[in-house]
C-alpha cells in the first residue's frame, strides 16, 4: 500500500530557488549582500537561426537554449514552441514534451488538463540534458568570477536536480565560505543541507551568520530547522519580539510570524491565529502554504485571507486548496507546476503522486511523478515503495516485483512505517499475480505488524486495501471487516471516504 499520507507535517523552512526567481519575488530586499546581476546565457543567435529559418530543428534548438538559460518568456520563445506543438505528429515526443514546457498553464486549456498532465511530467523527465547544459555554463562562470558565491549555489541547485547531492554540498560550502553574511547563501545552504538529511548542518549555517539577531528570515529559518531537529528555538523569544516592534515590513515578517504560529498550533489556536494573520497581511509563496497546510488539519481556524491571485510561485498553496475544496484534478495540474518549481523537494511528489493514484486513479503518471522524485532522492524508500504500488495496482506486476524483491524487502534502512507498507504492497502485487493466498499472507502480516506498533491509521489503511484486493480477487469479504468499514480511518479523511467509497462500489457488482 502506499505510505506517508497528504497530512504529512510542514514547516517553514526556507524555498530554494535560483538568485534570479528568488529577487524577484522581494526575498533579497535589505540583504547586506552586495546585489548580482546574473547573465543570461546567450540565445540571440538562436533567435535569428529561428527568425531565417522557421523549420522544426530551428525552433527545438532555440527553445532548448531558452530553456537551458532560463529565458522562457521571450516572444520568439513562445512562437517557436507554439510552432512545435502546433505539428505535434511531425516531431518527436520528447521535442513536443519540451514545447509544452514553454507554455505558461494558464494558456492551456483547462479541459486538456489530462493530457497535459502527463505531456508536463514527461518535459520535467527530459530536463536531465538541460541541467548538464547549464552545469558547463556555470563552470564558465566560475572560471571567471571565481569568488562569486552566487555562481557555487547555482552550480549547487543544478546538481541537487540532477541527483548529484555530493557535488552539490562541495559547491554549496564554497558559496558559504565566500559569503558568509549572506542571507540567500545561508537560506539556500540551509535548505541543501535538510535535503540530504544534515539538519544539525543546516542548523549550523544559520546560527554562524553574523546577522542572525538581527534578520527575520534568518530567525524564520532558524525556527523551522530547530522544529524539525525536535528542538525548540532560543530565538523565538526575539523573533516575537520583531514581530510585534513595528521595525520590520509585513513581507520580511512574513515566514517569522508564520513559523512562530505554527509552534503555537498545539498550544494555543488563538496565538497560532494571531500570528498567522498577521503572516498573511503581505505573505509569499511559503507562509501561505503554511496557512493552507494549516487549515486542513483544522478548517475552524477561519485565517484572514484575501485576495493573493497575483502572488508569484504560489503553486503549493494552490495545489493544497483545491485539495481542501476537492477539486483533486485541479490539485494534481497544479502540483505538476509546484514539482517544475522545485523539483528536488520531497514534498511535492508525496503530494501529487497520491493525487494521481488516490484520487485520480492515474497510475502512469503517479509513476512519473515518483521517478522524478527518485532522480534527487535516490534514497527515499517511501518513493520506491509507492512507485511499486503505482505498478502493482495498475496491473504491471513485472516492475513491482523488481522493485520488492531487489531493494526494499531487504533493505535494513527501512524504517518500521515504511516496511509495513512494503510488506502490503508485496501483499497487493501477489494478488494482481493471482496469487490470492499469498497475498492474503503478506496484507496480515502488515496487519499485524501494524497493530503491535499500535498505530490504527496504518493498521485501518492496510485493511482497507486488503478488502479492495479481496473483492477484486473473489467477489467476498469477511462480515466483520464490512462492518467496520465506516469506522476505518487512514490519518486523513478525505483518502479514507476515497477508499472506503471504492470498497462500496465493488460490493455494488459483486
Known sequence: MSSLTINSVRN?????????KTAEMGELNGNNATPIRIPLFPIDDYIDAWKENQTIPFAGDLISAAIMGEQKNNHFVYEAANFIIERKDDVPDSLYRTALSIIPPTELVVNERTTTISDRLDAILNQDNINKERIRFLRKLIHRYPYNPIWYNEMALTYTKLGLTKKAVECMNIAIHLAPVSRYISRSAARLFL???????????????????????LVASEIGVNTLRGRYSRF?????????????????????????????YHNSKKKCKFFLDKALISPNDNSLSQAEWLLSLDKSMNFVFSDYSSLKNKFEADARRSFLNNDFLQALFTSIEWIEEMPFAKT????????????QKRYDDAVKILKIG??????????????????????????ADKILNDSLLKSSYVNDNVRICVIATKGLNEFRKKNVDNGRYFYMKAMSLAKDKNDLNLLHKAILNYMREELLA???????????????YTGNEKESAIMQQDIRDLLKHR
Open 12 to 20: 517553514v523552512v526556507p524555498n530554494w530557488r535560483n538568485y534570479k
Open 195 to 217: 535535503h540530504v538529511g544534515d539538519f544539525d548542518r543546516a542548523h549550523d549555517v544559520l546560527i554562524k551568520n553574523p546577522l542572525i539577531s538581527k534578520d527575520p528570515w
Open 236 to 264: 523565538v523569544k526575539s523573533g516575537i519580539s520583531m514581530v510585534n516592534s513595528g521595525s520590520y515590513s509585513p513581507f520580511s515578517l512574513t515566514e517569522l510570524s508564520s513559523a512562530i504560529g505554527s509552534l503555537e
Open 348 to 359: 511535492p511528489i508525496e503530494f501529487a503522486a497520491n493525487m494521481a493514484f488516490t484520487f
Open 374 to 399: 527518485l532522480k534527487s532522492n535516490p534514497n527515499e524508500l517511501s518513493f520506491w515503495n509507492n512507485l511499486a504500488y503505482s505498478y502493482a495496482i495498475s496491473g504491471n506486476t513485472n516492475e
Open 474 to 488: 473473489t467477489g467476498q469479504c469477511e462480515d466483520e471487516l464490512l462492518n467496520k468499514l465506516d469506522y476505518l
